[in-house]
């Protein structure tokens, strides 16, 4: 991989593009994505997959929940962050366009609250534990009455 004095990367694929700043360096761009300019993959996600297989790799954590899923990202598990810790994600051929971040959710989602929702819930541990009690009845009646 190359990095051009114009900003733009050579890779395998010619996908990843990057802006140079000379009084500031390098960083990437934060523009809509055009089909001329290709997807967007982090360089340093890519770094850390040149020459390993994904078997041997492990889990590669990453921050770049910005960064497409390319081809050659099958296979690995990456940790991306949502925030708070690194969640798994295991690439599949259909996940390829993707952005990694949408496998990783950055918000838990608890319920929905509201007198009926707690009203529901009430009554569906109320039918468990009668359920539980009905299955521990008959099966203490039963060696009993072979007896």
Not at 5 to 21: C, K
Not at 79 to 91: F, M, P, T
């Amino acid at each position: 991989m190359r990095v051009f004095l114009r900003g733009t990367v050579d890779s395998a694929d010619d996908f990843l593009y990057l802006s140079v700043i000379p009084q500031r360096g390098l960083f990437i761009t934060f523009m809509s994505r055009s089909l001329k300019k290709g997807p967007f993959v982090d360089a340093k996600l890519l770094k850390k997959l040149v020459n390993k297989k994904p078997a041997s790799a492990g889990v590669i954590t990453t921050w770049a929940r910005r960064s497409q899923i390319s081809p050659e990202m099958i296979g690995f598990t990456f940790g991306v962050h949502n925030g708070k810790s690194h969640i798994e994600v295991l690439v599949s051929e259909e996940m390829v366009g993707h952005r990694l971040g949408e496998f990783s959710p950055t918000k838990k989602f608890l319920r929905h609250g509201g007198k009926m929702q707690k009203e529901m819930e009430m009554k569906k541990q109320e039918a468990e534990i009668a359920s539980a009690k009905a299955a521990k009845a008959p099966a203490a009646a039963a060696p009993a009455a072979k007896k």
